[in-house]
């Protein structure tokens, strides 16, 4: 059977990555990989570290493409793809508009889709932010929902998708972080390894503009208040975050702005840091598993778990929150300890087996 799986971002291939590897393994599927390639580098770089080279590359990436020609373009891309390919099932991971997009094309063309980290919910759709609505919509046309917590699972039941669809899986993320946490890796950055390192990665869409100068503000003082703290910031290349990181983090001392990090070096930065602090709905999953607290730069989140388990604490782009919630964990030894349980809501490592038994029983 022709499984095609489908990436378009970094976060993608990363929780793609061990489900594209099991399935490599299995005599009835003929596995195909198609790159919508929505970002570029930052997925390239991810399909190299895990050794996947994609089949079909659709290079969809333009300068300052809006969401809606990214549609556009990525349907009617689709519908070739398709037709070329007839898999008998794609998969796709996540909230992205090549994940909705192509829920879309292979419905049009009855073609069942596995969703990967299905159920996810903010229930906030008046949000104008997309990653809400293109979950649901891809959830509405899901023939399988491997969804990773009961809650998530709960949120499809609520929403009248049919039990039997529905399997718990754990998410793929924690699979992807074990094999790769287990290796010898390197930041190849020089820090001071005397000195705490507080770790920042910012880039959603909602904190675009006065939210991220917020945050921007919030770190400096932090940085000014704790001249013994190291603090490094992989920035991301959207101008609507580098210009302004750049413009009021550039001259702090003690914080370090970088190029976005290859995903094994920024594993390794994970797991050498002290505290996390980031708005990224992977890093909130994968630092729990790590023993790492994170403050989520947002006031909701579609991952309520861990922040349930009190490992992950949300302090929304706001400054008196951030620099409050931090300063704590920077000079209190037990509110630290207790979010740094090392609790995973995710997942224990095993979530694309089990997305693979589903395909396996269905299929051969
Ligand atoms: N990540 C990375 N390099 C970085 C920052 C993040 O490889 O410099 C990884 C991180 O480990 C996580 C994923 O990228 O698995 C998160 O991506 P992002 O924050 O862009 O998206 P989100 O998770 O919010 O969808």
Same mark, same amino acid.
């Given at each position: 059977k022709s499984v095609l799986c489908v990436v378009g971002t970094r976060p993608e291939a990363i929780k793609m990555a061990p489900v594209i590897l099991a399935l490599k393994n299995e005599p009835w599927a003929q596995v195909r990989v198609l790159a919508t390639a929505q970002h570029r580098n930052m997925l390239d770089q991810v399909l190299n570290f895990f050794g996947i080279t994609p089949d079909i590359d659709l290079d969809i990436m333009r300068p300052n493409q809006a969401l809606t020609t990214l549609t556009a373009r990525l349907l009617l891309e689709m519908d070739q793809v398709l &037709?070329?390919?007839? #898999?008998?099932?794609? =998969?796709? !991971?996540?909230?992205?508009?090549?994940?909705m997009t192509v829920a879309l094309a292979c419905f049009y063309h009855? $073609? #069942?889709?596995?969703?990967?980290e299905a159920g996810l919910r903010t229930w906030d759709m008046q949000n104008p932010f997309p990653e809400e609505a293109n979950r649901v919509i891809a959830g509405k046309l899901a023939r399988w929902?491997? *969804? #990773?917590? /009961?809650?998530?699972?709960?949120? &499809? =039941?609520r929403e009248g998708m049919p039990d039997k669809d529905i399997l718990v899986t754990g998410n793929t993320v924690i699979d992807a972080l074990l094999m790769t946490a287990a290796k010898d890796l390197q930041i190849g950055i020089d820090l001071d390894p005397q000195k705490r390192l507080v770790l920042i990665t910012s880039h959603r869409r909602e904190n675009f503009g006065a939210p991220f100068r917020e945050i921007c503000r919030a770190l400096q003082t932090l940085a000014a208040n704790n001249p013994d703290v190291q603090f490094l910031y992989p920035?991301? #290349?959207?101008?609507?975050?580098?210009?302004? *990181?750049?413009?009021?983090? @550039?001259?702090?001392?003690n914080i370090r702005l970088c190029e976005p990090l290859d995903y094994a070096p920024f594993v390794a930065a994970m797991k050498q840091a002290y505290l996390i602090i980031s708005d990224s709905g992977g890093v909130q999953e994968e630092a729990p598993a790590l023993g790492k607290p994170v403050l989520v730069l947002r006031e909701e989140t579609e991952r309520p778990e861990a922040v349930e388990q009190g490992v992950v604490k949300l302090v929304? %782009?706001?400054? /008196?929150? $951030?620099?409050? /919630?931090? !300063?704590? &964990? =920077?000079?209190?030894? *037990?509110?630290?300890?207790?979010?740094?349980? @090392? $609790?995973? %809501?995710? @997942?224990? @490592? &095993?979530?694309?087996?089990? $997305?693979v038994k589903t395909l396996r029983e269905h299929f051969s």
């Open positions: &037709l070329n390919e007839k #898999p008998d099932v794609v =998969l796709v !991971q996540g909230d992205t508009t090549t994940v009855r $073609i #069942p889709i596995g969703h990967v929902h491997f *969804a #990773p917590t /009961e809650g998530s699972r709960q949120n &499809l =039941l920035v991301h #290349p959207n101008p609507n975050v580098k210009d302004v *990181a750049h413009e009021v983090l @550039g001259d702090s001392p929304g %782009p706001n400054y /008196e929150r $951030i620099v409050t /919630e931090a !300063q704590r &964990l =920077l000079d209190d030894e *037990a509110a630290y300890r207790d979010m740094a349980r @090392g $609790i995973s %809501p995710y @997942g224990d @490592g &095993l979530a694309s087996g089990r $997305i």
